[in-house]
């Protein structure tokens, strides 16, 4: 995982949470992606930059809400 951007997939692993608490956080505006292709099936893409400019606490946050 040492390139510039990362998959959905891949910024769960690093945060440590579902993948659905990602896309929440892409939907919410706390992490910033670029789609690649067209459509709404074309994969996200979440710049390094991005992931590590937001706090694990946010992300963890949206997580725990998600379970109640």
Do not use: C, W
Not at 15 to 21: A, C, L, P, S
Not at 27 to 42: D, E, N, Q, T, V
């Amino acid at each position: 995982m040492d390139s510039e951007f990362y998959s959905i997939k891949e910024a769960a692993i690093i945060f440590g949470v579902h993948q659905n608490t990602i896309r929440r956080a892409l939907k919410k505006g706390f992490l910033i992606a670029i789609r690649i292709g067209i459509g709404p099936k074309s994969p996200y893409r979440i710049s390094k930059k991005s992931i590590e400019a937001i706090h694990i606490s946010i992300i963890k946050d949206l997580a725990s809400k998600a379970a109640k």
